[in-house]
């Protein structure tokens, strides 16, 4: 895929941040220098506030070093896909020794993560919720899968304690999410991601909210 996205800035902590997670995510970019022209392919600029003035581009979006800059590399992508906001994100789990976190957005998976622990896992949902707050999406939904029972209600009654209360959480049937893909067989963190996306994708069993979630009303 040819870049879409440049990253216009002299800011040494932003640019390291920014192309950090562009990279992360397999995203091509471009480096310029505020002020150089930008190409008439690129769909949208990185930049900083300060620097803002200094690009010629009809899309410009800012970046402040302290924010996670998974939220201004989102807010990028949605740009290039040509899309205001996303009808419906929706994050995939598949519980056990290995999390295998899956995030589709549209349809389209946006991101995958091996998690070693449930901690992590609950923090990790937190993390990408709390990023996605920033952006706009009809609907949020977490779906969890349902192979390892003990696992699942843990997951879901932790993440019903920190999650807003318009997310929705569901338990979904992972029977034949582990028929695999023949590269992922023996490749532990592949298998869960392709387990996870596979949850993502499919329809559940929703569970319902408790009132531990007023104080994020």
Excluded at 1 to 11: G, R
Excluded at 25 to 39: A, I, Q, T, W
Excluded at 103 to 126: F, H, M, P
């Amino acid at each position: 895929m040819n870049s879409k996205i440049a990253v216009a800035t002299i800011s040494g902590k932003a640019y390291y941040l920014i192309v950090n997670e562009l990279k992360r995510k397999n995203v091509p970019f471009l480096s310029l220098m505020p002020g150089e022209p930008v190409p008439i392919e690129m769909k949208v600029v990185i930049t900083t506030e300060k620097e803002k003035e200094l690009i010629n581009h009809e899309k410009v979006i800012t970046y402040n070093v302290r924010k996670d800059p998974a939220v201004v590399v989102s807010e990028a992508l949605q740009i290039v896909q040509g899309k205001e906001c996303f009808e419906k994100i929706t994050i995939g789990v598949d519980p056990g020794e290995v999390f295998g976190l899956a995030v589709l957005a549209g349809g389209r998976v946006v991101e995958t993560e091996n998690c070693y622990s449930l901690d992590e896992t609950v923090q990790k949902i937190e993390k990408i919720v709390k990023n996605l707050g920033r952006m706009a999406a009809s609907s949020i939904s977490v779906k969890i899968g349902d192979g390892v029972p003990a696992c699942k209600e843990k997951l879901l009654s932790a993440l019903d304690q920190i999650l807003p209360p318009h997310v929705t959480l569901q338990s979904v049937r992972e029977a034949g999410t582990d028929s695999r893909l023949d590269e992922a067989k023996h490749r532990r963190g592949l298998r869960d991601i392709v387990s996870a996306i596979k949850i993502a994708g499919r329809n559940g069993i929703t569970f319902h909210r408790g009132m531990s979630n007023e104080s994020h009303s």
